[in-house]
Every structure is written in C-alpha cells, then in structure tokens.
C-alpha cells in the first residue's frame, strides 16, 4: 500500500503568515490527493480535492499543488480559525491512506 | 442535506467482536462512483483508514486489518455496518463514517468513541 508522509510533523505560525505544508507519496498517485482540516473533538473537513480543487465553501487562502510524488498545501494568510492539524489522503488501487498530520499552532 | 451517523456500542471488551453502523441519508448507497468508508483515530493520534463499499458492492481493507474486518451495507436501510473482531485495547479510537466522493471524503459523521477495556 502506498504510505504517506508529512513535514513538517507541526509548526507555531502568527496570524497573517503564509503556511506551507508537504505531503509526499511513496509512489506516483498522479493527482489523487485531498487535504483534510480537522479541529479538536471534530471530524475531518475536507479542503482541497484533485491536489489542487477548491471544495465548496472552503476560503480561497487555501490552495494545493503538486502530481506525482510531491504535494503542497499552502494557506496564503493564516486566520485565527485556521489553528488546527491538517492530514492529506490518497486513493490509488482501491485503497485509501492518510498522512500522519501537520499540526499548526499558534506561535 | 447529506448526513452520517455512526452507532454502535460505547464500551467492548478484549477478544470481543466490534458491530458498527453507519446510517446515511441524503443520497442513496447506490450513487454511482459514491461509497463509504470506515475511518478511525486513536485519541490524540491520526487518523486511520479501515474499510471501504463501492457503490458496485465491491469493497476494499486495510491491508493491516483485513483479516478482522467485514464490511456491508443494506442500500434499504441506508446503512453500512462494520464489524471488527478480536477487538484490542489498542483498537480504542473514534470511529468514523464517511462518505467518498471520487477520490475524496466530502461528508463524515460526528463519530463515535469506542473503549476496549475489560
């Protein structure tokens, strides 16, 4: 199964600054990736599907990028609602996997 | 309004059998390129993908858990059941349903917190 990693494991950010956060695959997914924001004692939100597409509703200081191995999710000016863990996910042969987070707290 | 909800016992003890269900609605478990997934996360921990029905009825495990896990679904009822067996401590997590679209899992249900303790 294909396994995924994260970096970096968590940050402190200031409210205002860009974020970027990495999410690679142990083999090409193509563009199968989706990136999850989860709060404490909440269930995952989904932000960003396709590497790179907008899910509804979600702030457009959200972005993705990347195909492949290699993915990117960047929030361009970090909100005080935006203090949260974020996990990528893949699907590839029938099989889903979850990075192991980016936590981002307050700095 | 599509919703989720997962139901099922709050308290298991070791070597037991883990009977979990899933009761959607606002679509229909017949949506093509739709299914649902079972999605874990221990506390404090990350999240853990278990297992999953397509809308065909084919279904996909976790390559580390397949041996313990059956998953079903009863398009009627609008529900998807998960069973998990010789149940662990370690097993002890928030329990998740959720919905795929594509690639992707646009709508979760709240969770329920499952304990294995004797």
């Known amino acids: 199964a294909i396994q995924l990693t994260q970096s970096p494991s968590s940050l402190s950010a200031s409210v205002g600054d860009r974020v970027t956060i990495t999410c690679r695959a142990s083999?090409?997914?193509?563009?199968?990736l989706a990136w999850y924001q989860q709060k404490p004692g909440k269930a995952p939100k989904l932000l960003i599907y396709d590497a790179s597409s907008l899910e509804s509703g979600v702030p457009s200081r959200f972005s993705g990028s990347g195909s492949g191995t290699d993915f990117t999710l960047t929030i361009s000016s970090l909100q005080p609602e935006d203090f949260a863990t974020y996990y990528c996910?893949?699907?590839?042969?029938?099989?889903?996997?979850f990075g192991p987070g980016t936590k981002v707290d307050i700095k | 309004q599509v919703t989720l909800k997962e139901s099922g016992p709050v308290l298991v003890k070791p070597t037991e059998t883990l009977t979990l269900t899933c009761t959607v609605s606002?679509?229909?478990?017949?949506?093509?390129?739709?299914?649902v997934s079972w999605i874990r996360q221990p506390p404090g921990k990350a999240l853990e993908w278990l297992a999953h029905?397509?809308?065909?009825?084919?279904?996909s495990y976790s390559t580390s858990l397949k041996s313990r896990l059956t998953i079903s679904k009863d398009t009627s009822k609008s529900q998807v059941v998960l069973t998990m067996t010789n149940m662990d401590p370690v097993d002890t997590a928030t329990y998740y349903c959720a919905r795929q679209r594509l690639a992707t899992f646009d709508y979760w249900g709240q969770g329920t917190l499952v304990t294995v303790s004797s």
């Open positions: 083999q090409g997914i193509s563009s199968a």
């Open positions: 606002g679509f229909s478990l017949s949506n093509a390129r739709m299914g």
């Open positions: 996910q893949q699907f590839n042969n029938y099989l889903f996997t």
């Open positions: 029905i397509f809308s065909n009825d084919e279904k």
